[in-house]
């Protein structure tokens, strides 16, 4: 869609610049807190404004009821609580209050992000039920976006910081009879799934061994259900209410499913499908901004910026499109499998580093980083498939999101940096943060028992209230009395130790 014609007047060059934030979720929050942060806003140089399509702030973790059709604004269903301990999820900023459950539950963690708010002054900044509807660059030289708002109303930004989130277009397997199945309302997505309902039958397959599989499989099998988990790869194997099965070849009629390995199971009343989301940009249909479609292999590494609906390609340090020529769009909260506030405050920072000194983002280099990462996965994968590499793009694994957050905030120093002006220091990742991420599934089992012995809340009791450092101390108690009797490793949980324990 074309936006019509906007009138700009010849500015003096000292008038402020002005930045866009797309959404008031996570990623919205720390680009406009990190923006307050740097010197270019405290001497009015900069003028920052985040548009939020719902009333509230909080995205995914705020949450909706689902709609009959239309993809629901957040999948948050009713028992979700974190599946990381929140000392490690928290912004490095700001930590969750004294006493909180180390595995809160969404409304917590929605509370926490208002909070965040509040503290940092972010509201004023805030236009809420405001949606951006559409963005163009401007082809008059100047290098700033133009943007249409829901309210009807244009404006002219010159940099844009795009924090959507990606977690509002289901993604589904094609698999054959699936799409009878879902017209015949005998299958659906996991956004729309809210807690165990009678109309789900007595038998009900889900497919997907992530997060939100793994829970749904859990609650549905507690509720006397019984569920027949799809895991690709995996062996069939029977764990009391739980069947657990490979991939899905075929969705017949009359509630019969084929899997990988030919076994057959008859009778499922009710499928619910738990893989994942596209990634989309709803707003950016210029193709000569985005193309939606798989990029071509490389080399050579293409000018155009590509959307796969899996990754967007190719990307500076996963967020600076490097086709630009000046750097004045940021893409936020791209990677997975990640602890993502603090790692989200740590983009913030390099995108108003980049966006204030933009010679410091050196093309040369960052284009041999994406050759080296996409050499890396082709290797690991055993693939040069331009698919399976897209898969894999975003996805960070072991220590790698804490390499990254440490060099995002090293690049981003402007106290090491002679001529640039921004924030000055840095912020490493401690090394407790680290080991705590990797014992995840181990702390959240054993959190999970406290709750159940109604000991939960008498463990956090004042927890916090002296500085973090409490919260430290009480998870490596956790931890070691996790580990002192079964001596298995602290090490986190992969999917199939998640199975282990359904």
């Known amino acids: 869609m074309e936006l019509p014609d906007v009138q700009i007047e010849n500015i ?71 599946n990381l301990p929140h000392p490690v999820m928290a912004y490095t900023s700001f930590p969750f209050p004294p006493e909180t459950p180390v595995f809160p539950r969404a409304h917590v963690v929605e509370t926490y992000l208002e909070s965040y708010a509040k503290r940092f002054n972010l509201l004023p900044h ?24 829901s309210t009807g109303q244009i404006e002219v930004f010159d940099f844009l910081v795009v924090c959507n989130g990606h977690y509002r277009v289901p993604r589904y397997p094609d698999i054959l009879g699936l799409a009878s199945w879902r017209a015949s309302k005998k299958a659906m997505h996991s956004a729309w799934y809210r807690h165990p309902m009678q109309d789900y039958g007595n038998i009900v397959l889900v497919i997907g061994a992530g997060p939100s599989g793994l829970d749904i499989s859990s609650e549905m099998a507690e509720n006397g259900t019984t569920v027949i988990h799809s895991v690709r790869g995996s062996s069939s194997e029977d764990l009391g209410n739980i069947k657990r099965r490979g991939s899905v070849v075929e969705f017949k009629n009359n509630g019969a499913v084929l899997f990988e390995d030919g076994t057959i199971e008859q009778g499922i009343t009710f499928c619910i499908v738990a893989t994942g989301y596209e990634t989309a940009f709803p707003f950016l249909a210029d193709p000569s901004i985005i193309r939606n479609t798989l990029p071509p292999p490389i080399p050579p590494i293409p000018k ?67 050759m080296a990462r996409y050499a890396s996965l082709s290797s690991v994968l055993g693939s040069e498939d331009p698919l399976e590499i897209a898969q894999s793009w975003h996805r960070f694994e072991d220590h790698e999101q804490f390499d990254y957050r440490d060099d995002l905030y090293e690049f ?39 709750e159940q012995k109604g000991l939960a809340e008498e463990w956090v009791r ?41």
């Open 304 to 370: 155009s910026l590509y959307n796969s609906s899996f990754h967007l390609f190719p990307l500076a340090k996963h967020i600076f499109p490097l086709s630009y020529q000046h750097p004045t769009i940021a893409f936020l909260g791209l990677l997975i499998r990640v602890a993502p506030f603090p790692l989200l405050e740590a983009q913030a920072r390099a995108t108003v580093h980049v966006f204030a000194n933009p010679s410091t983002l050196d093309s040369t280099r960052e284009a041999v980083d994406i």
């Open 126 to 149: 805030i236009q809420l039920a405001t949606s951006v509807d559409a963005v163009e660059r401007l082809s008059d030289g100047q290098d700033q976006w133009k943007v249409k708002l």
């Open 462 to 502: 004042g927890v916090g209230r002296n500085g973090l450092h409490e919260w430290v101390e009480l998870l490596e108690r956790m931890l070691r009395e996790a580990t002192k009797d079964s001596g298995e490793s602290a090490r986190g949980e992969t999917i199939e130790a998640d199975q282990s324990k359904l």
């Open 12 to 82: 003096a060059v000292s008038a402020p610049k002005r930045l866009c934030i797309i959404g008031a979720g996570p990623a919205g929050l720390a680009a406009l807190k990190v923006i307050l942060d740097t010197p270019q806003y405290k001497d009015e140089r900069w003028i920052p404004v985040a548009y939020e399509a719902r009333d509230q702030v909080g995205g995914v973790w705020l949450p909706a009821l689902p709609t009959a059709d239309d993809p629901p604004v957040t999948p948050l269903y009713d028992s979700l609580t974190t």
């Open 412 to 450: 981003a120093d402007a106290s090491t940096q002679e001529g640039t002006s921004g924030i000055k220091g840095r912020i490493v990742v401690p090394d407790w943060e680290k080991k705590m991420y990797d014992a995840k599934g181990v702390l959240r089992q054993f959190w999970v028992s406290l």
